[in-house]
């Protein structure tokens, strides 16, 4: 007998969403069984596992670059330069991606990024206030957190909101089964919320929750039901130079000396767990702060840049897009065409606006006319006179 935990997720959001509508919604789900590779069958469903499987001689190595936090107009200056005169292999310009949260959001700057083909990803409209918020967070907090930040940016940057796939939790705090359901009840393609510590070598490649995760949870609460179809890329931590671990760089508590070959040296010895082992996607995960943490951080990840670059078979790469080859994995060239990149059609404005419970001011570059008051959680527009 299939165990099932019944339960009801009524979802009655909304009233205070404006333009899109989330009906109320009904989910049961299943527990999540071990996994049977018989039954689950690309492109939608994949075990955990440490090997790709299947009959692929020459497994690329991907790398991706992820960002976390606001996107503003000085760190831009950064991401403007992290892929200067790099090509990937197949002649396809480099992407990275961009789990970005709202507050100090620079849409002008997503909409730039967006057109260069870069990934932008979901981080949440408040980013919380702290870790418990989302462990303790509701699937109806996840819908709204991360629904209302969709409406957001495709109004405000003026982005297709399906060329939007994932979501990452602020602090990695995934609690249970909660942010899942809610990331399949928003249409995404993948999560990447969930570090591992355990299967760093061999690194764990990225899977569907189908079925039973054999990831462990270092953060929090693991899930426990099938949510069909949803992919997990999973973090797969670093070590640091006394080999503890840490699943974004800022996390990584000992550092090698402050110069550009120390640090490259260790960026290298953590990629070559990858490159030499099972060609599991490599992620540098980071926040822009990293590159200010001494005075050669930025020439360092840039030397790394280049490094991955002389490698024939290494793909700077979105987490979208591994996805992407994941669901279809062939021999030698990964994919059919390069990522898309789409024309400038934001007209910036900069619009001077009032949080509404704190009275404090925002500035936010939109490629929209500005909104009445700052967006936030439930007034996801900026309305000035809200409905609810
Ligand atoms: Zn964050």
């Not at 999540?32 to 939608?44: F, M, R, T, V, Y």
């Not at 992919?231 to 699943?247: F, M, Q, S, T």
Request: proline content about 6%; charged content about 25%; glycine content about 6%.
């Amino acid at each position: 007998m299939k165990a099932v935990i019944k339960f009801l997720v009524l979802l009655e959001l909304l009233q205070q969403l404006g333009a899109a509508k989330f009906p109320r919604t009904e989910l049961k789900l299943e527990i999540a069984e071990p996994c049977d590779s018989q039954k689950c069958l690309l492109p939608n469903c994949r075990c955990s596992d440490v090997k790709l499987g299947g009959l692929i001689k020459n497994i690329p190595q991907f790398v991706t670059v992820t960002f976390d936090d606001a996107v503003t107009a000085l760190n831009y200056e950064y991401f403007d330069k992290i892929f200067e005169n790099i090509r990937n292999p197949d002649g396809c310009s480099p992407s990275a991606t961009f789990y970005f949260s709202h507050e100090y959001t620079d849409y002008t700057k997503i909409h730039k990024l967006w057109a260069e083909g870069h990934e932008l990803a979901l981080h949440s409209m408040t980013h919380g206030d702290g870790t418990t918020y989302w462990k303790e967070a509701t699937v109806d907090v996840f819908v709204k957190e991360f629904g209302q930040q969709l409406e957001t940016v495709e109004h405000f940057a003026k982005i297709d909101k399906r060329d939007i796939k994932g979501m990452r939790i602020p602090h990695l705090q995934i609690s249970g089964n909660n942010s899942f359901v809610a990331a399949k009840h928003l249409g995404l393609l993948y999560d990447s919320s969930w570090p591992t510590t355990r299967y760093t070598s061999p690194p764990l490649w990225p899977y569907t929750l189908d079925y039973k995760s054999i990831q462990d949870c270092p953060i929090g609460e693991c899930p426990s039901a099938s949510i069909q179809g949803l992919w997990e890329n999973p973090l797969v931590n670093w070590e640091d130079i006394k080999g503890y671990k840490c699943a974004m760089l800022d996390a990584c508590i000992h550092m090698p000396n402050d110069s550009v070959k120390d640090i490259l040296d260790w960026m290298i010895h953590n990629f070559n767990r990858h490159y030499s082992g099972n060609r599991a996607p490599f992620g540098v995960y980071l926040h822009s702060a990293w590159f200010q943490k001494g005075d050669n951080y930025y020439e360092a990840f840039k030397e790394f840049i280049r490094h991955l670059n002389r490698q024939p078979d290494v793909y700077l790469v979105s987490a979208s897009r591994v996805i992407e080859y994941m669901q279809d994995p062939v021999d030698g060239k990964p994919f059919k065409s390069c990522p898309k990149k789409r024309e400038r059609t934001c007209n910036p404005k900069m619009c001077q606006l009032r949080k509404i419970d704190s009275g404090e001011v925002r500035y936010m570059n939109v490629c929209s006319t500005c909104p009445g008051v700052y967006p936030w959680l439930d007034n996801p527009h900026g309305l000035k006179t809200k409905k609810n």
